[in-house]
Every structure is written in C-alpha cells, then in structure tokens.
C-alpha cells in the first residue's frame, strides 16, 4: 500500500509519462507545442519506492523525451540503457 507521499509521487511521474506519449504520437506541431508547454510546468520526475519501478521507468524515459521536444519514448539504444538503469538502480 502507498503513502499519501507515494500516492503524489506516482501521480507526477504518471503525468510525466502520459504528456511524453501524447507529445510523441501527436502530428500538429501546435498542438506537440502545447504539451510540452504544459509538461514544463510539472515537477522533475520523483523517485518512487521499488514497488513503482516500472512507473519509474516510464516516467524517466518520459521526461527525457519531453527534453527531446516530444522524441518516443524509446528512441534509439540511448533510452533502452535508461530505461535498463533506471529498472536496476530506480534513478
């Protein structure tokens, strides 16, 4: 069970994660803009319990997308070995 501290951790990495995915499968421009105004406005990712692992994943391959200007989520080998390091280490 989570904490009410856990709860709101996995709520903004939540958010992070589905901002990246819409950001990467949206094909205006304007619109891809628009999300990422509105992902900037969120706090970095948080660090969540080991339990949350694979939402960790999710949320760092998200946030680094949204760096990205709204790249995929997994792009190339640079994000597979993030989401590997973040699966192992949880950061």
Do not use: C, F, M, Y
Request: no cysteine; net charge positive.
């Amino acid at each position: 069970e989570l904490g009410r501290a856990e709860g709101a951790a996995a709520h903004r990495a939540g958010q992070v994660w589905a901002l990246a995915d819409l950001a990467a499968n949206l094909s205006d421009a304007g619109e891809r803009q628009l999300v990422l105004d509105q992902a900037r406005k969120l706090p970095s990712a948080p660090v969540l319990p080991r339990a949350l692992r694979a939402l960790a994943v999710l949320a760092g391959l998200g946030a680094t997308a949204l760096e990205n200007g709204g790249a995929p989520l997994l792009a190339g080998p640079r994000s597979a070995l993030l989401a590997l390091r973040i699966g192992l280490a949880g950061r």
